[in-house]
């Protein structure tokens, strides 16, 4: 854990450096006070910290996730591309408080394939964006006995490969979360699996989150956390639960003080 908040704080002094030399050439004066800071909105950064296997060869009805991860700031996104067609749902930050710093996060990504068919096989692309800036990687899912595999949609609810139960999987999250003291933070927390899995979120004590003034549980599973506060500092967890199991990953939560952001 330590280590990532290291290579975060690596990150955040590249994106220093980068800072001062745009200064250099360009003195302009902003009414947005995070740039008392620095911080403007060509600031942002983002990297693909973890990018997904090259190529995958796979046979007709296995299970694969395709795995991908990136830092940046503000905290990114991930899409998946198969070909040219965006294949996941716009997971998207609220971003809409421009008149601060922003916070930067280290997340992951799993594209989950619960049954190979044929036509799966294609390019997959890892699209991660920090508000203008993008970075992109892709991979090369092969089917290798692919040959009269295929099947029609009357086939696979025949099959029960349509409509199948599976094991819930978490398939967003941030592994590390950093933002300056008082804002309020997203911790997301996307996830499959069927029946629907039932979500808590657990507290750096061990305790289940229940919904305050502070902490809520949105409707889509993110943690929201009003004003954090130096004492939020830890890992919280995000378990998912359903029939056939369970599965769950932690977010670390570093409150920042403005000055450790303007120094580090
Ligand atoms: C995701 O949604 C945001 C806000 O609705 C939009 O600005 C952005 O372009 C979308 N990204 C993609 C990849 O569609
Ligand atoms: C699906 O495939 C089966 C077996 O090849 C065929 O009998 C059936 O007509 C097909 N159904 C549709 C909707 O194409």
């Known amino acids: 854990m330590i280590l990532s908040v290291l290579l975060m704080a690596i990150s955040l002094n590249v994106a220093q450096c980068r800072r001062l030399n745009d200064n250099d050439i360009d003195n302009e004066v902003s009414s947005n006070p995070a740039a008392n800071l620095g911080y403007r909105e060509h600031d942002d950064w983002v990297q693909i910290s973890q990018p997904p296997v090259p190529v995958v060869n796979k046979k007709v009805g296995a299970h694969v996730e395709l795995y991908c991860e990136a830092m940046g700031s503000p905290p990114p996104t991930i899409q998946w591309y198969k070909g040219n067609m965006r294949i996941t749902e716009n997971e998207s930050f609220d971003t809409n408080v421009i008149s601060r710093m922003p916070g930067l996060a280290k997340v992951s990504s799993r594209l989950?394939?619960?049954?190979?068919?044929?036509?799966?096989?294609?390019f997959y692309r890892c699209v991660a964006e920090s508000g203008r800036k993008v970075r992109t990687s892709t991979a090369k899912l092969n089917i290798v006995n692919k040959e009269g595999r295929e099947m029609n949609f009357t086939q696979l609810i025949s099959a029960k490969i349509l409509g199948a139960h599976h094991l819930p999987r978490v398939t967003f999250w941030a592994q590390t979360y950093m933002d300056v003291i008082g804002t309020d933070v997203i911790l997301p927390c996307r996830f499959v699996g069927n029946p629907k899995p039932n979500l808590i979120w657990i507290d750096p004590n061990g305790k289940v989150i229940?919904?305050?003034?502070?902490?809520?549980?949105?409707?889509?599973?993110?943690?929201?956390?009003?004003?954090?506060?130096?004492?939020?500092?830890?890992?919280?967890?995000?378990?998912?639960?359903?029939?056939l199991g369970e599965d769950s990953i932690e977010t670390f939560l570093y409150p920042m003080q403005v000055n450790t952001y303007s120094i580090l």
């Open 112 to 122: 989950v394939i619960n049954y190979l068919l044929p036509r799966h096989q294609d």
């Open 210 to 243: 229940e919904n305050d003034d502070r902490f809520t549980v949105l409707p889509e599973g993110e943690l929201r956390i009003r004003s954090i506060l130096w004492s939020d500092m830890g890992g919280y967890t995000c378990a998912v639960e359903n029939t």
